[in-house]
């Protein structure tokens, strides 16, 4: 058995594929794709697919990550990545597949933040949006509220700063903690901005560093 870690863009045409969609669409996609998938054990045996961290309905990604494990030995991974590539759908792109030792933690475990593009759809004079993210910069704290339970937002965040290549746009990089994870669209309510006014690209994922 062995255990690959795809790396992959999620584009337009599947902005409102949710994520235990997207868990069937590997599904298929590697049974398409004619490769071994492995299943766990038990009465209800589960194909043996880990996603990092759900992407939010309505975000585009460059930098989706997921592990799957195959009943195989000595992959040519090249082989599987063209192989998976003509399985996916159009607008799922593969950019990198490696191997992974069986080991290894959970890849969920693992995702420290994630950064993200957001471009603004409505726009804004740019000085007012140096403003907002300069508040935000300054705050000491920034209490929210989801599903009924208070936290603090500030500390999630990790970067915030005008993207001075592409105009009306911003990057934040949050974290992704036990029991708390960032969300864009927190800091842009917070911001005093409509999160549906903007367009969200996650641009890479970030991994915790894991020695075997």
Not at 52 to 62: K, M, Q, V
Not at 97 to 102: A, H, K, S
Not at 177 to 188: I, Y
């Amino acid at each position: 058995m062995i255990r690959i870690r795809i790396t992959y863009e999620k584009g337009e045409g599947m902005r409102y594929t949710g994520n235990l969609d997207m868990q069937m669409v590997w599904e298929r996609t590697i049974r398409r794709a004619g490769l071994p998938l492995a299943y766990s054990q038990g009465f209800h045996p589960q194909p043996r697919i880990q996603q990092a961290c759900p992407l939010p309905l309505g975000f585009l990604s460059l930098d989706e990550i997921v592990d799957v494990w195959l009943e195989m030995e000595e992959p040519d991974l090249e082989c599987i990545r063209t192989a998976i590539q003509k399985a996916s759908p159009a607008s799922m792109i593969i950019t990198r597949i490696n191997l992974v030792d069986l080991r290894s933690p959970t890849l969920q475990t693992r995702v420290l933040s994630s950064l993200y593009q957001v471009t603004l759809l409505e726009p804004i004079p740019e000085a007012d949006l140096e403003t907002k993210i300069f508040s935000i910069q300054q705050a000491v704290t920034l209490p929210r509220e989801r599903r009924g339970k208070t936290y603090d937002l500030r500390p999630l965040i990790e970067k915030l700063e005008v993207n001075s290549s592409i105009p009306q746009s911003f990057m934040v990089q949050l974290a992704a903690r036990e029991g708390a994870t960032g969300r864009p669209e927190e800091v842009l309510l917070v911001m005093g901005m409509d999160p549906f006014s903007t367009r969200i690209t996650r641009m890479k994922t970030i991994l915790m560093e894991v020695e075997i």
